[in-house]
């Protein structure tokens, strides 16, 4: 079930030599099936932040998730702090040049050698089932594929008015099951020739980093001599990509992300983290920032 709720932030700030109050109207996006939530936010000036994944959570107000009122507070009401919020607050889909230096989704070069993409939120769109990934007209495979009454997606758009250019970032939640597929197109609506540097799917980030990392990779021929390694995340980034056609028993494209071994087991239990690549070609990379986010 895709559900909306709009809500107002405050938060007092020193301005001007006196202590002012200033507000921002925002929009939460929830997907909830039973089983996860998946919440995102969207700000007043078309910020698209990242609000929550993981065990499913009660009707409540969770726009507090997005750290609006925390320092440096929201770029409507303290513009000069911008380059603060976009290094520090969670989006959704972050770009390069915006002052985000933390792993971008999305890099494209235009004719003039600018690299900068500012995406805003333009609206959103609910379907029910599962669209079909499509590359010129043909469907792309391998995919997950779902029927009307067993999945509904979420598609939000975005768009770089200096660029001509938008985003469609595509979620979609099954029925009963805990998990959320994405995807993103980017389309160019200008007649200059725009480079895709990078394009990623999707972008999830945490503000801890209180995970561990398990990959799966055979030692040898043999499939029963794979070894399932784990290492506690640190302050780098690491990378796992898919360059073989399919998986197979001696090479699996998958991270996933529990809780350390010290949680207790309740609570790694609601918050392990699978992210399989399903084709070549596909990467992912983990990378804890200096205020241990991930």
């Not at 792993?103 to 089932?129: A, H, I, N």
């Amino acid at each position: 079930m895709i559900t909306e709720k709009k809500s107002t932030i405050t938060y007092r700030k020193w301005d001007n030599g006196a202590m002012r109050e200033f507000s921002e109207e925002v929009t939460v996006v929830r997907m909830d099936n039973g089983a996860i939530t998946y919440a995102c936010g969207i700000t007043q000036e078309g910020y698209l932040l990242h609000c929550y994944f993981g065990a499913a959570i009660g009707d409540d107000d969770i726009s507090y998730l997005m750290r609006l009122s925390d320092h440096p507070y929201t770029p409507n009401g303290n513009n000069r702090d911008r380059l603060i919020f976009m290094d520090s607050r969670l989006f959704e889909f972050p770009c390069h040049g915006t002052g985000d230096y933390r792993e971008p989704c999305l890099m494209v070069l235009d004719e003039d050698g600018m690299s900068t993409c500012d995406l805003r939120v333009t609206g959103y769109r609910t379907v029910k089932g599962k669209p079909a990934l499509k590359q010129k007209g043909v469907s792309v495979i391998p995919a997950t594929y779902a029927a009307k009454d067993e999945a509904e997606t979420l598609v939000i758009t975005l768009e770089d008015a200096h660029l001509d250019l938008t985003a469609e970032l595509t979620y979609t939640m099954f029925t009963g099951l805990p998990v959320v597929t994405r995807s993103a197109r980017v389309i160019n609506h200008g007649y200059n020739e725009l480079r895709i540097q990078r394009l990623l799917s999707g972008c999830v980030e945490w503000d801890h980093s209180a995970f561990d990392m398990i990959t799966l990779t055979a030692n040898g021929v043999f499939p029963r001599t794979s070894t399932i390694p784990s290492r506690p995340l640190c302050p780098m980034t690491h990378r796992r990509r898919a360059v073989r056609p399919t998986a197979s028993t001696l090479y699996t494209a998958a991270i996933s992300l529990p809780r350390p071994r010290s949680r207790p087991a309740a609570l790694r239990a609601l918050s392990w983290v699978s992210i399989p690549l399903i084709s070549r070609g596909f990467c992912a990379r983990r990378r804890t920032s200096r205020r241990r986010s991930l």
